[in-house]
């Protein structure tokens, strides 16, 4: 496409729709200018020439960007319809975890994906093409739009002058003294006044015209902060779970911290149960709050690796109320009340049921032998923290927390020094095939722990985000609390030609004209001004 040439001189860029320095329409209509861009040229209205073209075309669209926020909308929604995997049980098979718990829901949801959605290449690729498309549209758009403003004469052509949507001509006995007169009122109304060849301009606000761009680039800070948690090790989200009194390192932090839980606290409401659903029920518990007693210890290890915990910090974390370190959070998340702890059996003669000896089982660190009074001897054979029976109706475990603990015992007398085997569940004691025991491994006391699961976070992607959203609020108020304003007013021979333009209230822009048209006394009627009420 040829370059325009202009009768004031200048060279317009192909596709130009008013001269950038004059303003001269180059079509032949009578009709409004369209002032959106200025008229100026913008590369994704010109003539599609190559490959590139059509790339910087597809994504220069606003509809294109249209579809795609609505489609990343749209799966961002889909994403919270369950829990992430990163809020489900670290222990739990999230394949498993979710068709248990959501039925066919859950199935649907795990085999397409949307448990771990905000980190998957297919959304991450939508938030690149939205960057995309911000970045492209804001360039196609906003460079002409700079050229156009910035290259703009306060002498302007008549026709560019009549064909805006406020605009009259009038004749005056003294134009000169007219123009004199508005630039006075002009400046009075705080309008940015410029004055050339017998022509006035009064130009406020411009900076406003930047509001929407300065929203893209909020929007692609804000882009790029969401696409930096994706990079492996610049953003931390680990859950861990700790026992009272037990002492933890913190994941994600190579063995450098470690956290303990001096106790957890679940506090309820008491609410009676009244009516008929009373029965057999006094009294229902709903939570209250959920507090950990934390303390996070650094690791000062020696130049040999041993470990040296110093502590750094004791807070009590509760709901929304985290603990705090080196950009590290410690989140109150989860709960377990009365976990499993210890098993203390009662080593029985079955037929005349005297109790030889007591023995405790620690459920999470099992001793592999237990030495009685008397000569007796209890061996742990097997251990199964989570029992459950595979396909093949053998023993295995479905995790290492003790939800329903299994022993298989050998207990060693001095009467039988071979010992005799059993298998020992909860309520349950099963002797082997073919075997008849003389004695007996029964639950005699079970200790319990709270157990506190926390969420640990850090976002170095944060100040990022930060600063995107803080860029975007600017951009809006840009947008909404200021608006670019334009008045021209030029004489042609004994004529006075008065233009306006605005971006957005013309209302309130039409009454500045109307004040400048009367302190200035020009014969203008203010009520046939406004080209778009009139027709």
């Not at 248990?100 to 448990?115: A, S």
């Not at 690149?128 to 050229?147: E, F, H, Q, W």
């Not at 006995?173 to 508005?182: F, H, T």
């Not at 790029?224 to 989200?237: D, H, N, Y």
Request: charged share 25%; proline share 5%; aromatic share 12%.
């Amino acid at each position: 496409m040829e370059q325009l040439h202009c009768e004031c001189g200048h060279v317009n860029p192909a596709g130009t729709e008013l001269c950038e320095q004059c303003g001269k329409p180059f079509d032949d209509e009578n009709g409004l200018l369209n002032m959106r861009y200025e008229g100026a040229a913008l590369r994704s209205k010109k003539k599609q020439q190559t490959l590139i073209d059509q790339i910087w075309n597809f994504f220069a669209s606003v509809k294109v960007g249209v579809w795609l926020l609505v489609i990343t909308l749209i799966a961002s929604m889909l994403g919270t319809v369950y829990p992430q995997q990163m809020y489900i049980p670290s222990t739990a098979d999230p394949y498993e975890y979710y068709p248990e718990n959501y039925g066919f829901g859950g199935f649907l949801y795990v085999t397409l994906g949307f448990h771990n959605l905000y980190s998957s290449w297919w959304y991450v690729t939508l938030l690149v093409l939205i960057g995309i498309s911000i970045t492209v549209a804001s360039i196609d758009r906003g460079v002409p739009l700079y050229r156009a403003l910035k290259r703009q004469r306060v002498k302007r052509h008549p026709q560019f002058l009549k064909r805006q949507r406020i605009s009259g001509q009038t004749t005056v006995e003294e134009p000169a003294q007219v123009l004199e007169q508005a630039k006075q009122a002009l400046a009075k109304m705080r309008y940015k006044v410029r004055e050339d060849d017998g022509a006035v301009m009064g130009e406020k606000n411009r900076f406003s015209r930047w509001g929407a761009y300065v929203v893209h680039l909020g929007l692609i800070i804000l882009l790029l902060g969401a696409l930096l948690r994706v990079i492996p090790g610049f953003t931390l989200e680990q859950y861990v779970w700790i026992r009272d009194g037990e002492t933890v390192p913190v994941p994600g932090t190579d063995n450098r911290f470690y956290i303990q839980s001096e106790g957890f606290t679940l506090k309820v409401y008491d609410e009676e149960v009244a009516g008929e659903e009373a029965e057999g029920e006094r009294q229902r518990f709903i939570p209250e709050d959920f507090i950990t007693e934390a303390v996070l210890y650094e690791n000062m290890a020696d130049a040999s690796g041993q470990m040296n915990l110093q502590k750094v910090k004791e807070h009590t974390i509760r709901v929304n109320h985290p603990l705090r370190y080196e950009g590290l959070s410690f989140y109150q998340s989860d709960y377990v009340m009365n976990e499993f702890s210890a098993f203390t059996f009662a080593l029985t003669e079955k037929e005349t049921g005297e109790v030889i000896g007591r023995l405790t089982v620690d459920l999470f660190d099992p001793a592999p032998a237990y030495h009685l009074d008397g000569g007796y001897e209890v061996h742990l054979l097997e251990y199964y923290p989570d029992f459950e029976m595979d396909a093949r109706q053998q023993p295995q475990t479905k995790s290492r927390i003790p939800n329903n603990p299994a022993f298989i015992f050998k207990t060693v007398t001095p009467d039988n020094p071979e010992g005799e085997k059993s298998m020992v569940l909860i309520g349950q004691t099963i002797e082997m095939p073919g075997q008849e025991n003389q004695y007996a491994l029964k639950i005699s006391d079970v200790e319990f722990n709270h157990v506190t699961g926390l969420m640990v976070r850090k976002e170095r992607s944060l100040p990022v985000i930060y600063v995107g959203l803080g860029i975007t609020m600017i951009g809006l108020i840009m947008c909404f609390y200021w608006q670019y304003r334009r008045i021209w007013l030029q004489q042609e021979g004994s004529q006075i030609l008065l233009a306006a333009h605005t971006n957005k209230n013309w209302f309130g822009f039409k009454k500045e004209v109307g004040q400048l048209i009367d302190q200035v006394g020009l014969p203008l009627d203010k009520e046939t001004l406004d080209k778009e009420e009139s027709s």
